[in-house]
């Protein structure tokens, strides 16, 4: 087939993988003039990770390996912890943390160098029983036979097929840095999460002395923003347990960035005809639960799985959609209720089992799911 993909990021440089690989036409057309380069860290778990490598990517010497996520009231008692190398031992890939950068650069290793065209904006989609046009904002016109919304949050493609105002802001935002910050947990294996009144701080090696750090306050579009956001974060969090004041003292303003969280109800039927949408074009959602990048991954493993399966393109596209949708869906809302906001009281949370984390896998991944029903089968 000859395939149109909107969006150059995570979903749009693996789903032309995956296509690429079963042997389609691709054309991807991303409106950032080059390839990202910003961004901090995103967690690959092990559903994650396990894709990359299907699409023949090793995360090996970038990054840094998870293994153990601890979550402390503010004034460092233990409110839980997660057993996060028991998912690696039951599935067989690591949990790891990497700078969205090098995510990109691995994606796009070996991909064929005019197929993504930068600096091209799309504008609008039409299509009929046989084709698929995308308008491109110089007014030019592409045609193919199966479009793919891989756009973000502020997707085009879903706003084509969905009309406005389907995405509505949460409740909180995050301040966010990755920064080389010399201290105890930069060169571990853990990840901390810091929770109390003021709001969450999670801290996450990644890799090469770097530190994934944020910071998430309660937000709303409307809210002026500070001034001086650092100093900001200093009054509200400086006297919370170690290492969060030593953390903020290494910060610079020059590391911080913003993001409100926003969300959207999934839908069971999220294409039509011809078209549809993989990432936050189809599931934005707040990032308490790190699944972002890997439920996008997932869109690209199973609409390539669909498609493989021949037939009737419209009626393969909606087989995707309906694959994923238990598990997106779920995640979803779970991440809608800001778990890593939670303030969960100690003896309530001594109930969860510390591998709990690895059956959540399961649930959130079509991936680990059919690799357990196929290991079943060969049983």
């Known amino acids: 087939m000859d395939v149109i993909v909107v969006g150059a990021g995570v ?19 991303e409106q950032a003039p080059s390839r990202r380069t910003g961004g901090k860290a995103v967690l690959i778990w092990s559903n994650g990770n396990a894709i990359l490598d299907d699409l023949g990517i090793s995360l090996d010497g970038v990054g840094a390996r998870i293994d153990r996520i601890d979550a402390l009231s503010s004034r460092g008692r233990l409110r839980t912890t997660m057993n996060i190398a028991h998912a690696a031992d039951r599935y067989g890939f690591p949990t790891k943390a990497i700078p969205r950068r090098h995510l990109l650069e691995r994606l796009a290793d070996g991909l064929p160098a005019d197929m993504i065209q930068y600096g091209v904006a799309c504008r609008g989609v039409t299509q009929d029983d046989e084709r698929v046009t995308a308008t491109l904002a110089d007014g030019s016109t592409v045609i193919a036979d199966l479009l793919i919304g891989a756009d973000g949050h502020h997707s085009v493609v879903r706003r084509t097929l969905w009309g406005e105002g389907t995405v509505q802001p949460a409740t909180f935002g995050t301040w966010q840095g990755l920064s080389p910050i010399a201290i105890d947990i930069t060169d571990t294996t853990r990840h901390l999460m810091i929770s109390g009144r003021e709001g969450a701080c999670g801290l996450m090696p990644a890799g090469k002395g770097l530190l994934q750090w944020w910071f998430d306050v309660r937000w709303a579009p409307t809210d002026p923003r500070p001034a001086a956001p650092l100093a900001d974060l200093r009054r509200r969090f400086g006297h919370w347990v170690s290492p969060v004041p030593e953390v903020l003292a290494a910060a610079s303003d020059d590391d911080l960035e913003f993001f ?11 294409g039509e005809g011809r078209i549809t949408l993989v990432g936050d074009a189809a599931h934005t959602m707040p990032p308490t639960l790190g699944q972002g990048a890997n439920q996008t991954l997932e869109d690209a493993w199973v609409l390539g799985r669909e498609l493989a399966e021949g037939g009737d393109l419209v009626e393969r596209l909606r087989a995707y959609e309906k694959a994923r949708y238990p598990h997106i869906n779920l995640v979803s809302r779970l991440a809608k209720r800001n778990p890593a906001n939670w303030r969960t009281p100690p003896m309530l949370a001594r109930l969860f089992p510390e591998t709990m984390q690895t059956a959540m896998l399961a649930r959130f991944s079509n991936r680990l799911t059919a690799a357990a029903q196929g290991a079943a089968a060969a049983r």
């Open 11 to 29: 979903g749009g440089l693996a789903v032309s993988r995956v296509l690429l690989a079963a042997g389609h036409r691709v054309r991807v057309f």
């Open 260 to 270: 409100g969280h926003h969300w959207n109800k999934v839908r069971p039927v999220w």
